[in-house]
């Protein structure tokens, strides 16, 4: 019987030296998805600006979609509180061009964006909650005649 005792007590002080670890690596694990489909933004925005024809003036410019998938929370994902498109913290960034994100648990990451980008509105555009969200990243004319990426919800 002192056995058994022993046994469950040495395996719940395990358990329960193991869980921040747990923690932190599904914190890790979810930032580092979040980061990747970042880059993916970043790349799709440069490609559509090195690869594709300026629109004329009032016609609409070529597209691609890119998708964000911020993980459901879970034993091994961490929850994303946010992911904000355009300078929305007032970072200094030349031209709005970062894409910002926190993982619960994590610090937050800006990233810079190579391509000029831009949000349908001009307001920055914020994703929260778990779930797939595809993005449109369309190559238009800004106001003074130079290529722009415009970012929006399809």
Do not use: N
């Not at 070529?62 to 929305?88: E, K, M, N, Q």
């Amino acid at each position: 019987m002192i056995r058994l005792v022993l046994a469950v007590v040495l395996t719940l002080a395990l358990v329960g030296l193991s869980m921040p670890a747990v923690d932190r690596a599904g914190t890790v694990r979810t930032d580092e998805r979040v980061g990747s489909d970042v880059a993916a933004l970043d790349c799709a925005a440069a490609a559509l600006l090195e690869h594709e024809e300026l629109p004329p003036p009032g016609t609409a410019g070529p597209r691609l979609i890119v998708t964000l998938s911020l993980p459901s929370p879970s034993f091994t994902w961490a929850p994303v509180d946010y992911v904000v498109v355009g300078d929305a913290f007032d970072s200094g960034t030349d031209e709005g061009r970062v894409v910002a994100y926190r993982v619960d648990g994590g610090a937050e990451r800006l990233v810079h964006v190579d391509a000029p980008i831009r949000t349908a509105g001009g307001d920055p555009l914020v994703l929260r909650g778990s779930g797939e969200y595809d993005l449109a990243l369309t190559l238009e004319r800004d106001a003074s005649d130079d290529p722009v990426v415009v970012v929006s919800l399809p």
